[in-house]
Each structure stands twice: as C-alpha cells, then as structure tokens.
C-alpha cells in the first residue's frame, strides 16, 4: 500500500514536471523564439499561454519594451578639421527576435554591433559639417540623418533604431587652450572693430556740434555788432542833435562829466589858471557885473 502512495505521488510529480516544461507564458513586455535542439524553429511576438515539446524544445525570452544603450565617447572628425569627443546614447527595440537571435544572440551582442553601426554614422555625418554646425541648431537634422541611416543598417538584425542623440560634444584637452585662444582673439578684434567704429562716430559727432556751435558764435556775435553799431548810430546822432540844439549847453554838460571823473577823492591837480579845462571855473567880466 505504502509503495502504491508512493509511486503515485512520484507520476503526479512527473506530470506536473512534464506540463510545466511543456507550457510556457510570454508576458506583454516580451517576445520569445523556440529553439529545438539549438535551432529556431518560432518566433512569439504576442503574449501569451504556448507550449513546447519538453526537453527537446527550449524557450528564449527577449525585451519588447524601448532598449538604451549609452556609448563610450569617442573621438570623431569635422569638416572643418576639428577633433571632437561625442558621447552619444541610443534608443532602439527588437523587432524580429528570431534574426535578432540568429545574428547577434543577446543583448550584449546588438549594443556591441550598435557600436559600431552609430559609431560609423556619426563618424561619416558629422565629418561632412564643421563644428559650429554640430554644436548649432543644424545638430537636430544631423542626428535625425544619423538615425535613419544607423536603422537602416540595424534591420539586417532585428533592431530599430528608434532615435540616437548626443549628449556632449567636447573638444579634446590639447585643443582646447588654441581654441580658447582663437576666440579670445575674434573677440578682441571684434571689440576693436567696435571701438573703432565708436571713435569715428564721436569724432564726427564732436565736429559736427563744433561746427554748429562756431556758425552759432558766428551769427550770435554778427547780430550783437550790428545791434551795438545801431546803437552808437542812434547815440551819435542823438548826441549830434543836442549839439546842435545848443552847443555851448552841450560842451558844460560834457565839461561837467569830465570834471566829474577827473576831480576824485584825494586828487591833485595842478594846472594854470588859464587853462582851457578850468574855463567854467572862471568868471566872466559880464556876467560878475550883473
């Protein structure tokens, strides 16, 4: 009896054995291809419940899901003779698992063969244009230009690749220093340039406002003689008005004014008594006998 349970519980253990090497699940995130003594016989790219002859036939489970890689940088050419260091990422999928297995096996081996394939097309695109077009706006048509061809390319092996970016592009150490040099140099001149420009406007603009001030100074100083000519005219012919309305009232009116400047506090004078300057200080005959 005892040796009847036994037996029993070894089939039920050989069974459930057997259905769990001969059923096998694909989950949505997966893909899986059927290998049959070493040799693909299926591709499973839905998910699923499946089964596989036991012991003959073996299941490889591989990624649906959006696959990174990130590359070691590496020193590619421009155009323009520039070494520059690109450290760059991939993002890629398996698309038919079956020549994926057959050309590369594994994961390791698509990231290696992608390598080469994004390395070699960086290598070719960027060498056709000149580091300030790499490190512009024009670097999002070039790594678009570096998807498509590198896709192509990675078909051959299961692989889509979805989209591939750059994420620094430096120079190398030893270039670094004449580069910084070569720009402060543009710089400079540029300042220079500017200076220069500004000096020639300050100049123009100085002689410009001299000029306008000296024909201003001009008309200013031509306007003030003519006023003051106009004046004396009118004070002379005043004057000569006067004199001829009365000369003699016009000379003491004058000799009086004379008299008022010459004769200051502590001043001395010494003139003679018949002196035509003191003639309104002597009295007339005529005039004391009236």
Known sequence: MRNRVLIIIVLILIALFGINQAFFVVDQTQQAIVLQLGKPVRAL????????????????LFEKRILEYDAAPAEILSSDKKNLVVDNYSKWKIINPLVFYQTVRNIAGAQSRLDDIVYAQLRVILGKNTLTEVVSKKRDAIMKAVTLRSNEIAKDYGIEVLDVRIKRADL?????????????????????????????VELRI?????????????????????????????????????YMEDPDFYAFTRSLQAYEHAFKEDTTLLLVPDNWFLQYFRKAPDTVKK
């Open 206 to 242: 100085r002689a410009e406002a001299e000029k306008e001030r000296t024909i201003i100074l001009a008309e200013a100083y031509k306007k003030s003689e003519t006023i003051r000519g106009e004046a004396d005219a009118l004070a002379l012919k005043i004057y000569a008005d006067a």
């Open 172 to 200: 190398p150490p030893q270039n670094e220093k004449h580069v910084y040099q070569r720009m402060r140099a543009e710089r400079q001149r540029e300042a220079k340039r500017y200076r220069s420009e500004g000096k020639e």
């Open 45 to 60: 790219k839905d998910p699923g419940l499946y089964m596989k002859i036991p012991f003959f036939q073996n299941v490889i």
